[in-house]
């Protein structure tokens, strides 16, 4: 597609339960990245892919975060035992080659409770 | 720690008035510059960008500029115009140290009046 998609929009679980929200690069993209906006403005770097290849996982919190993007699925992020703390909206990114820009989905609100 | 600041939460302008936005960063490894838009509920869209080879890009109402020197950059929007209100973030990657991950300031929000 011509766009990022990302689902579900938004997602309530209750703390301890496991999330996963899904991301459909554009495309024709090589790289997909992962971002955490925590309170309103401040956006976290997670996590990035090329194809289906781990390529920085820099910011991930290894211990209850993981993802993947697997050929001809969406790409995923799951956080098991979630937090309050993990309540955020989580962008996904995708950018078609190294130093290019990246294009962002619509984000998936995640509320703990 | 902040790599990417935006010292204005937020800027009013005038409609057809010019816009300036500015941001400064800290880190010198950073050498590729981007401007995104945010609207409430929506993820950013990207607006423009530039390499640090360069000193200023322009695209239509938007120009970007970068002084390396002082590690400051700036987004000049003229002529302002009511659509254009919307929160606006910098964002820097250190694209020759491998690192595409983005580094974003935390944003001016954009007020144009009619």
């Known amino acids: 597609g011509e766009e990022v998609a990302q689902t579900p929009k938004h997602l309530v679980r209750g703390e301890g339960q496991k999330a996963k929200l899904y991301c459909a690069p554009i495309k024709g993209h090589s790289y997909v990245f992962w971002y955490q906006q925590v309170l309103k403005n401040e956006f976290k770097f997670l996590i990035s892919?090329?194809?289906?290849?781990?390529?920085?996982e820099t910011g991930m919190p290894k211990e209850r975060f993981s993802a993947k993007c697997l050929p001809n699925s969406p790409c995923s992020l799951e956080i098991q035992a979630t937090k309050l703390e993990d309540s955020a909206v989580y962008f996904c990114?995708?950018?078609?080659?190294?130093?290019?820009?990246?294009?962002f989905g619509p984000g998936t609100r995640l509320t703990v409770t | 720690d902040q790599q990417v600041k935006q010292n204005s939460p937020s800027l009013s302008v005038q409609e057809g008035r010019i816009s300036i936005l500015n941001c400064d960063y800290t880190n010198s490894m950073f050498d590729y510059f981007l401007w995104y838009k945010k609207y409430p509920a929506e993820g950013p869209t990207f607006l423009i960008s530039i390499s640090s080879i360069k000193d200023k890009n322009e695209d239509g109402r938007f120009t970007v500029f970068l002084n390396k020197s002082a590690k400051h950059l700036s987004l000049h929007i003229v002529p302002s115009q009511p659509g254009d209100s919307a929160v606006y973030f910098c964002a820097a990657s250190a694209l020759s140290n491998s690192g595409y991950a983005l580094n974003f300031g935390k944003g001016t929000s954009l007020l144009v009046t009619p």
């Open positions: 892919f090329q194809n289906e290849n781990v390529f920085d």
């Open positions: 990114a995708s950018s078609p080659d190294r130093g290019h820009e990246q294009y």
